[in-house]
């Protein structure tokens, strides 16, 4: 027991709670513990760390608030990389959020024009790779195709398609923009623009959950049914967050689009 503990004073990395697993008392340590290297001691911390947890988890009663399950990314990381996962959730609500701001306002600018995506013979592209964007007046924005002159009916159509209630003229190379008046039609129409955004990048979420989930479960032969459990809970929670998140940025680019 005296070896088991001094392995665990060389895993400070390892431990996020490690006053908790002293303070709660170790189990006795699997046959030959003690001259294991470093690795084979870090599946007792790995193990005992998560039966505790599961143990508070399951102790609650029903009807009350349970803790959110917090995993050590490094207790797991033979099994699926936390963070990663978590980066992945978030770039999902970045680029919501980027897209809100970039493409749905209601003042066109001709930023909102660059990310339109143009269907070429040769592939998709955003419009500014195409064109040249420019505000002619506050009136109208200015697409000069000279450089890509045999998109010029395709970048028409995908400004037209865009879901701005834009209706673009062309002139030879040159696509005039006229920018529409704020109606509440207009404001209406972002409005249900904005909640298909969000809708699709929950749909993005999703996935990114789905994939994590299915590859804790090529663990389970390897790992307990509990260690499958708590990892699946906290996956879906750092799932929610990202999906309130979402919900938050919808709620605050609804209000400023209806006003």
């Known amino acids: ?23 709660r008392g170790l189990p006795q340590a699997p046959m030959g513990c003690p001259s294991l290297p470093l690795q084979g001691c870090r599946q007792c ?4 760390l998560l039966t505790r947890q ?31 996962t978590s980066e992945d959730m978030q770039a999902v609500v970045e680029a919501l ?22 269907m070429t013979k040769d592939g998709k592209f955003p419009l500014n790779q195409l064109g040249q964007i420019s505000l002619k007046s506050p009136q109208l924005i200015v697409v000069n195709m000279a450089s890509f002159p045999e998109s010029t009916a395709a970048a028409t159509k995908a400004i037209r398609e865009s879901g701005m209630n834009l209706n673009p003229e062309v002139d030879g190379t040159i696509i005039r923009v006229p920018i529409p008046k704020v109606t509440r039609e207009h404001r209406e129409s972002l409005a249900k623009l904005a909640k ?15 994939q994590s989930i299915n590859q804790i479960k090529k ?41």
């Open 54 to 84: 599961l143990a508070t988890k399951k102790a609650k009663g029903k009807g009350q608030s349970q803790a959110k399950v917090n995993i050590s990314a490094a207790l797991v990381e033979d099994i699926i990389n936390l963070e990663e």
């Open 196 to 210: 298909q955004s969000t809708n699709k990048s929950k749909e993005a979420l999703r996935k990114v959950r789905n």
């Open 45 to 48: 911390v790995h193990q005992v």
């Open 97 to 118: 959020k980027e897209d809100l701001s970039r493409n749905l306002s209601v003042r066109t600018s001709p930023g909102a024009l660059d990310h339109i995506i143009v």
């Open 1 to 23: 027991m005296a070896m088991a503990l001094r392995c665990f004073w060389h895993l400070p990395s390892l431990l996020y709670r490690s006053s908790f697993a002293v303070r």
């Open 219 to 259: 663990s389970k032969s390897k790992v307990s049914e509990d260690t499958i459990w708590l990892l699946e809970k906290q996956i879906q929670q750092m799932a929610d967050s990202a999906a309130a998140e979402m919900d938050k940025l919808l709620a605050a680019k609804t209000k400023e689009l209806l006003g």
